[in-house]
């Protein structure tokens, strides 16, 4: 596949591109991430999600160590050409690290953040197991 089409999206300034992952099937949004041209080529060609972790300032192939890896079903570029959307099938049914479903389980409430989904899987038991 020739990169050229890599050249449509409106990188940032750093060379990111915003990334949204959801879920086949059900629609929900699972994530946030962010993507250089290397990872996001990377993720069309190996057909899993390969993200930029600003703070490690590396490539992150999702689930790497969790094993909870992105398959991809679609990769979508919004009207303004500076978003992505990937259609994901969540292998195992966590996204987040902190061993929920999806990254969004904070809903504000009266000025208050509250945690409103369960936690399915203890970070430990990902990460250190």
Do not use: N
């Not at 959801?22 to 962010?34: C, K, Y």
Request: aromatic share 10%; proline share 2%; charged share 30%.
């Amino acid at each position: 596949m020739s990169g050229a089409w890599l050249d449509h999206i409106r990188w940032t300034e750093d060379g990111l591109v915003p990334v949204i992952a959801q879920e086949q099937g059900s629609g929900q949004v699972l994530m946030f991430a962010w993507m250089t041209r290397e990872s996001l080529a990377l993720t069309a060609e190996e057909g899993y999600a390969v993200y930029w972790s600003r703070s490690r300032r590396k490539l992150w192939r999702k689930g790497e160590e969790s094993g909870h890896r992105q398959r991809i079903h679609e990769i979508r570029l919004d009207c303004d050409e500076d978003v992505i959307l990937l259609i994901v099938e969540q292998i195992g049914g966590i996204a987040c690290h902190t061993g929920r479903h999806h990254c969004f389980f904070r809903r504000l409430h009266d000025g208050e953040w509250q945690t409103v989904e369960p936690v399915l899987k203890d970070p430990k038991a990902i990460y250190d197991g």
